[in-house]
């Protein structure tokens, strides 16, 4: 990320998911405020997420935003849809490395 863009949305350099409170900070901050970003593959805060968000872009387009934990007890498995070169569905599940 450019220092001129984390300047303007206030952001630092490892910003993170926070879903713990219902505050806009880190992923979803970036998500709110720029336009064009499909998907956000986090994992800085090493947040365990059953299921994506998603955050609603300026433009009114969507963002899904997953992390899957830490320390490679689950990995993540995403599923573009594309239709006439435009992503038309995107799909996350979790897969637990401890049952394979």
Known sequence: MSIHLRKQIGARPRWGARYNDDTQRGDRLVASQIDGIDFIASGHTHTFMKEPVTQTQPCGAKTTIFQVGKSGI?????????????LADTRVRLLDTRNA
């Open 74 to 86: 689950y990995v993540g498995r995403v599923d573009f849809t594309f239709r006439n070169g435009k």
